[in-house]
């Protein structure tokens, strides 16, 4: 069974500062994925990631996959970034695997 | 156009009442799945169908049972609901399996009585 843990449990920064969540696993995997879910409780995908490393506007994430972690980073953090972000594995056959998420604040 | 939606939002019932969550997604996937978010806000996978074939069953109970009547839908119906039945269930769905992008519903925020 894989385990998935996300550090830190929660965060909160000043706006503008970099930020970085991490996860980590304990199985191989075929894809990891990194969701936001925001206050209102919808939630989006942010990345899938099989290998190296992903961009999209200020959000960076990459995955090393033998050492079995992906980190999530935001730069130039901004108040609208506060939500939930959750890591999830697929070892690629009993569908994904959650992590507990990283409640992120932004404080302006 | 919402890509994938849920119907109701929101859904309060008495214990032992049977009711239905109802998923669409317009995206031309072939890939859908439950998902329950409990008190704690964790995530855990329920039911996933591909191409109206049932691919995983993540040990629920047999009062929860989904039904695809076609690729776009997939359903949930529950029976004799009990209280640690409340939770948030999200619908998603992915062009072809868990390696692709996740596309999510809105939730329904499920609440027992």
């Known amino acids: 069974k894989n385990e998935v843990e996300q550090s830190p449990q929660n965060l909160t920064a000043q706006e503008g500062e970099f930020i970085t969540i991490n996860c980590s696993y304990s199985?191989?995997?075929?894809?990891l994925h990194w969701l936001q879910q925001h206050p209102g409780g919808g939630i989006v995908s942010l990345f899938m990631?099989?290998?190296g490393k992903k961009k999209h506007g200020r959000l960076i994430a990459t995955i090393n996959i033998q050492e079995k972690h992906s980190s999530l980073h935001i730069t130039a953090s901004h108040p609208r970034d506060s939500a939930v972000y959750i890591c999830?594995?697929?070892?690629?056959?009993?569908?994904?695997?959650f992590g507990k998420g990283t409640h992120l604040i932004i404080q302006p | 156009d919402t890509a994938v939606s849920q119907t109701p939002k929101y859904l309060v019932t008495q214990m032992g009442n049977d009711k239905s969550i109802k998923c669409e997604q317009n995206l031309g996937h072939d890939t859908m799945y439950w998902y329950k978010q409990d008190s704690k806000k964790f995530l855990k996978i329920m039911f996933s169908?591909?191409?109206?074939?049932?691919?995983i069953n993540e040990t629920v109970p047999n009062r929860f049972s989904p039904k695809s009547p076609d690729k776009a839908h997939l359903n949930l119906h529950i029976n004799s609901l009990e209280l640690g039945d409340s939770a948030v269930y999200f619908c998603?769905?992915?062009?072809?399996?868990?390696?692709?992008?996740?596309?999510f519903g809105p939730g329904t925020r499920l609440l027992v009585l």
């Open positions: 998603a769905s992915s062009q072809r399996g868990t390696q692709e992008t996740q596309y």
């Open positions: 199985v191989g995997i075929s894809a």
């Open positions: 990631l099989s290998s």
């Open positions: 999830a594995v697929d070892p690629g056959a009993d569908g994904l695997t």
């Open positions: 169908y591909n191409n109206k074939e049932l691919i």
